[in-house]
């Protein structure tokens, strides 16, 4: 595998916002989650759950609701009041418009996609037509006291159901007059009763209405007759969110204790016709509140303040071992956050709001593998650049010498000189940056750090001219032939000089000429979706991972796959490389090692060793500390491509630097649960 000095970061205090509420679409099978930042992430299920689209946050922006609606347009709606289309092509938000009713706590879209309901704070429901380009407001149900705290469609699509505090009404969709006023039990508490919120509702297709709410109850009540039909005491604390198959044979709950529980619709003996709900799986996978959750075909999905969103697979409906049987824990982005200047040592680490520089720590002495060395001098905090105004930054990166930094948000482009002298840092902005870089998607600096590449969100990338002392200029704008329009999210440059490599939202790689400054070719379809690529220092092959695993490696200057990506392909890949489940996120090459390539998730880094034959699905993919326990007969015997390392996690990057040291970049979930609020006290037996 080959022996580095290793630089372990642990300095990168990074803490994801927590998770505030989920929308599943069966038809696209995807998901879309927002953040407590405001920030929108979207899951491709088909795609090995690949996190294809993310969206920045904001800080006035308060999702509370997310839906889909016509297709496969996505809305949100949220405390101030306005509802938002999401662009999914440009990843930004399309429009907002103000719904009336002051803050929206609620939002659902009717069986047919063609209209949406809000449920507001001054206690209305207000319906809007999904127009083709645009949502109108239609009319409002009779308004009531309290604000709506949930709503649910009946699947005809003529009634609603409302849960409020100490109530739930059906509305008539027709008339708009509420047919239905139903008192919710509260639990007394000591002398007096707590009111009681209403935090989730689903209508059945039955007549059913299942509700969950603040005192710890699921209950299921009659909507023709305002009756109670059933009562499951759930939690001490509040049940927060529920969600049905759709089936309406199964549901699942999600409770302020970080517990989740699944409720299955079951004959009341061997043969009956007669069913009844049962509680039968519970599942404690979260620390803090879980505040959504969703129902797949497959699988039971929740998210909470703890900001991991958790995929537990349903065995009985998963035929046979694949992506779909795996427990799947996501809690950092499948993006980069942490860029390298690798000729100078340095780190730029990225926040919602701020940029962090450091330099990496040096060491006088040698040792052995595995020896702890010590250092003498420790990293140091160079820089912190704020960023203005509400909206958070979506990408950055730092020059290879140090020298250039670049930041985007939403909306604007930024650009700084950094100065490092003498062990003293001066910045300098760039206060003219070409007016047609309103924005980007992805930004990278050349090798030479004389040029900076601008993905933008109309599937272009353009070229600016980074200047002495401190300024910039366009260069060239980049298009692809097939006229894409598709935001740009990912971008490879050869160290020479001579080529670009962009991937965009639709899954192509475009690949350009940066000497003639037009295309050069496109890389053949795949139907999986991007995860990293890279071109290769020496031989300009560009390697290429998607989410299902598998790696390709592609000659630009032949326009063709390599002898040896058509190798793999014929052999095909481990299947215990095949059923990791987190993408490959970054590669990196070792330009004294031509036929390595370094290759890393969140729970594993890899060489890649092209030199060595390919496992079979009998040889074990072992992880080096392991292998270094047998002997070097057994060593020997056990020889082939795949070297993985998992002494590190969880993985947030891993570089090589010109100097041939390794940097490691770390962030253990038990120091982002030190930041988080404390969760619900609970009673455990012996304390």
């Known amino acids: 595998m080959g022996e580095f000095p290793v630089h372990r970061v642990r300095f990168f205090a990074y803490v994801p916002a927590g998770i505030r509420c989920l929308a599943h679409s069966p038809r696209s099978a995807r998901l879309a989650l927002a953040r407590t930042d405001g920030a929108l992430e979207v899951y491709n299920f088909a795609a090995n759950y690949f996190q294809e689209k993310g969206i920045p946050g904001h800080e006035t922006r308060t999702t509370e609701a997310l839906c889909w609606a016509a297709g496969d347009r996505l809305f949100g709606a949220g405390l101030g009041g306005d509802i938002s289309e999401y662009d999914l092509e440009k990843l930004q938000v399309k429009y907002s418009l103000d719904g009336f009713g002051g803050p929206i706590w609620s939002m659902a879209a009717d069986p047919s996609g063609t209209q949406l309901a809000v449920g507001c704070e001054d206690g209305s429901v207000k319906l809007f037509q999904v127009l083709p380009d645009k949502i109108q407001f239609e009319r409002s149900l009779d308004r009531q006291k309290g604000r709506i705290m949930s709503l649910s469609w009946h699947p005809s699509g003529t009634h609603i159901a ?7 009404r059906v509305f008539d969709v027709k008339s708009g007059h509420a047919i239905q006023r139903i008192l919710v039990d509260r639990r007394p508490r000591g002398l007096y009763s707590r009111e009681c919120v209403v935090w989730s509702v689903a209508f059945l297709s039955d007549g059913t209405i299942v509700s969950s709410d603040s005192v710890g109850k699921v209950q299921f009540w009659d909507s023709e007759k305002g009756t109670l039909l059933e009562t499951h005491p759930v939690s001490s604390s509040a049940v927060l969110c529920l969600a049905v198959s759709e089936e309406e044979d199964s549901i699942v709950v999600g409770t302020s204790e970080g517990a989740v529980y ?28 879980v505040r959504a959750v ?68 040096a060491t006088n002495s040698a040792g052995k593998d595995g020896d702890v060395l010590p250092v003498s001098r420790a990293p140091e905090h160079l820089l912190q650049l704020k960023s203005k105004g509400p909206e958070h930054i ?59 590449f601008v993905a933008s969100d109309q599937g272009a990338v353009h070229v600016l001219k980074l200047l002495e002392p401190g300024s910039c200029g366009h260069l060239q704008t ?39 400054f037009k295309p050069h070719c496109t890389v053949p379809a795949y139907n999986c979706a991007v995860t990293a690529l890279a071109i290769h220092p020496v031989t300009n092959n560009l390697v290429i991972t998607h989410s299902d695993q598998q ?13 040896w990506s058509r190798k793999v392909q014929q052999h095909g890949l481990h299947k215990g490389w095949l059923e990791r489940d987190t993408p490959i996120t970054h590669i990196t090459f070792n330009p004294k ?32 500390t392991a292998l270094k326990q047998l002997s070097e007969k057994a060593r020997r015997s056990y020889a082939h491509a795949f070297k993985i390392c998992k002494k590190y996690q969880p993985l947030l990057f891993v570089d090589l630097l010109e100097e041939g040291s390794l940097v490691v970049v770390e962030r253990p979930l038990m120091d982002i649960k030190t930041q988080l609020p404390p969760p619900v006290q609970q009673k455990k037996f012996g304390t």
């Open 593 to 624: 090692q031509p036929a390595h390539i370094l290759l890393h998730d969140t729970h594993m880094f890899c060489i890649l060793d092209k030199s060595l034959p390919l496992p079979d699905d009998a040889a074990p993919l072992m992880n080096q």
């Open 294 to 361: 969703a129902h797949s075909a497959t699988a039971l999905i929740s998210g909470g303040l703890d900001a991991q969103l958790v995929i537990r697979p349903l065995m009985e409906r998963v035929h046979g071992k694949g992506y779909d049987a795996a427990l799947r824990k996501f809690t950092f982005p499948h993006r980069r956050l942490v860029s390298c200047a690798k000729k100078a040592g340095l780190l730029l680490f990225q926040f919602p709001q701020h940029l962090e520089l450091w330099r990496l720590g």
């Open 478 to 516: 980049l298009r692809p032939n097939s006229g894409s329009a598709q935001a740009v999210y990912l971008l490879a440059a050869s160290a020479d000089g001579d080529w670009l490599a962009a991937a965009g939202g639709d899954w192509e790689i475009n690949v350009y000429s940066l000497r003639h």
């Open 551 to 563: 790696v390709f490696e592609f000659s630009i200057p032949d326009r063709e796959y390599t002898t």
């Open 394 to 452: 979506c990408c950055s990166c730092i020059s290879l010498c140090g020298s250039w930094i670049a930041y985007s948000t939403a909306s604007r482009l930024h650009l700084h000189r950094v100065h490092l002298e003498n062990g003293s840092v001066s910045v300098k902005r760039v206060s003219k940056v070409p007016k047609l870089l309103c924005s980007a998607h992805q930004l990278l600096c050349s090798a030479d750090s004389t040029s900076l």
């Open 162 to 168: 409302v849960g409020s505090i100490d109530l739930l």
């Open 262 to 289: 699944q409720f299955q619709l079951l004959p009341v003996k061997w043969g009956s016709a007669e069913r009844k709900w049962v509680r039968t799986k519970p599942f404690q996978h979260h620390t803090h509140d």
